[in-house]
């Protein structure tokens, strides 16, 4: 087995080569970290859907699917930045030769060129419209302690009776939705599966998780940049299999040519 593992290293080696590094801070990245936010359409969708189905009653079970939904929304933003990184070193390869040459570089070619820290800036991009939508929730947001229930027929028998009318009116009343409201509906969504992990059953930490909305709801964003730093060593693999493929074809070349010569030799031998 041992054997086999380095045989399977040998085979594909990394080659990494040089490139041009980008600006950590430019239009591209504005726009991707904006393009970052069509992923929580999809979130949404997949929190809905599959989130209402993972509310079981077993809490350790609850909590590892629904934080297995988080991982695989991060993994799909990794996936992004993974390809993202790959192909902006793959541009600074070749800004890097043009350079090199004497050929100038300019500054939308150079915005096509990888840096390290472009990832964690273009994720930081995509959270701000998150983080605002989440904050009014998490700095708003009350323990949850009661749930109004419908009154039992009995009550109406009563309920022409004005010291006992008044009060009813509270259970009848309907107030209209305000933007608090509206966000508090936004950051529920954002934070589904916490909030299936926590359930109305468990107060307390329900309040917890609301308070650090803008925080839950921004975790799928660190497949991102986490992505985007594997783009060296993609592109390096990449190299290391055209390298080693090219190195298999000079050995078969040369087996040939060998072969060749041993055949032409042993003709000669004979004649």
Known sequence: M????????????????????????????????????????M??????????A????????????????????????????????????????????????????????????????????IALIGAIPVILLTLPHALTATKQVYFLQSLPRWVGGYASQEEISAPLAYYTREGGMGVLDVLRMVARVLIFPFANIATVDQPDLLLLFDRLSPVLASLPLLGFPIGYLTGPRSRAMIHGGISSSNKRAQRKRKKAIKARQARTQKKNEII
């Open 54 to 121: 993972l509310q079981f009653g077993n809490f350790a079970v609850r909590t590892a699917l629904n934080l297995i939904m988080v991982l695989i929304c991060a993994l799909i933003v990794y996936m992004d930045g993974s390809r993202l990184g790959e192909n902006e070193v793959a541009f600074g390869e070749i800004a890097y030769a043009r350079q090199e040459s004497g050929k100038p570089v300019d500054a939308k070619d150079k915005e096509r060129c990888f840096r390290a820290g472009k990832g964690w800036i």
């Open 43 to 52: 979130f949404a969708f997949l929190y809905l859907i599959v989130g209402s």
């Open 2 to 41: 041992q054997n086999q593992t380095k045989n399977a290293k040998k085979k594909t080696p990394m080659v990494f080569k040089p490139y041009l590094k980008g600006n950590l801070l430019d239009g591209a990245a504005v726009k991707r970290g904006l393009r970052l936010m069509a992923y929580y359409l």
